[in-house]
């Protein structure tokens, strides 16, 4: 079956500075990878997500990219803000029959400094 | 347009007993899935139904069991409950549950058994 492997599990940076999460995957049959991002004591919600025709796309400080030759997506977030602090998971939608379900990686502490 | 639903958003149960938790999803969505969260085991999927089937089901015992209603409401149960259940069981709602169909989340319901 699918496996998401994510890294870093912890991530500090400064306000304004970049942050990249990397995600790897094992099934070559998925095709669909969002990303969410988690505050504490609520929902994940899901702040983009790339479809396998796509190689990269953009919603204003946040981009996700995927290379599925080499089966690995990244999430890159820019000018970071304080309330960009969250846990953030990747995801891949993993196959069993004609239907699918999110197979999620461990999660990245995002902290960002002021 | 309502989100996800999810009673009751709060629960303390005793060892050995049952519970069951409901979704309401999204209007118009038919796929309906559950989650559980652990800090221990991330985010894991614990099956997914549409129209009344369960469609796919996760690693988790039988004493994890669910249901979809006519109206794509769902409910899910958790009979002799351990100690190792206490998470966030969370309820996710798409259009059709296919590959690619954006997966949104409800609040959540946090159990915890003592």
């Known amino acids: 079956g699918e496996n998401v492997e994510q890294h870093p599990s912890t991530l500090s940076v400064q306000e304004g500075d970049s942050a990249v999460i990397k995600c790897t995957y094992s099934?070559?049959?998925?095709?669909?990878f969002p990303w969410y991002k988690q505050e504490l004591g609520k929902r994940p919600q899901l702040i983009i997500d790339?479809?396998?025709?796509?190689g990269e796309k953009k919603d204003q400080r946040i981009a996700v990219t995927l290379n599925k030759t080499a089966k690995h997506f990244s999430l890159h977030i820019t000018e970071t803000q304080p309330e960009d602090s969250a846990v953030y998971f990747c995801?891949?939608?993993?196959?069993?029959?004609?239907?699918?379900?999110?197979?999620f990686g461990k999660g990245t502490k995002l902290s960002v400094k002021p | 347009k309502a989100g996800v639903t999810q009673t009751p958003r709060y629960l303390i149960k005793t060892r050995g007993q049952q519970v069951t938790l409901s979704c309401s999803p999204i209007?118009?969505?038919?796929?309906v899935s559950w989650y559980q969260q652990t800090p221990g085991q991330g985010l894991q999927f614990l099956f997914e139904?549409?129209?009344?089937?369960?469609?796919n089901k996760g690693n988790f015992p039988g004493r994890f069991s669910g249901r979809q209603f006519s109206n794509s409401r769902s409910e899910m149960n958790v009979s002799t409950l351990e100690l190792g259940d206490s998470a966030l069981y969370l309820c996710?709602?798409?259009?059709?549950?296919?590959?690619?169909?954006?997966?949104?989340f409800g609040e959540g319901s946090w159990l915890t058994v003592v």
């Open positions: 996710a709602s798409s259009l059709t549950g296919e590959n690619g169909n954006t997966i949104y």
């Open positions: 139904y549409f129209s009344e089937t369960q469609r």
């Open positions: 209007s118009g969505h038919r796929s």
């Open positions: 995801a891949a939608m993993g196959w069993r029959g004609s239907q699918g379900n999110l197979i």
């Open positions: 099934d070559s049959a998925s095709n669909y």
């Open positions: 790339i479809r396998s025709n796509v």
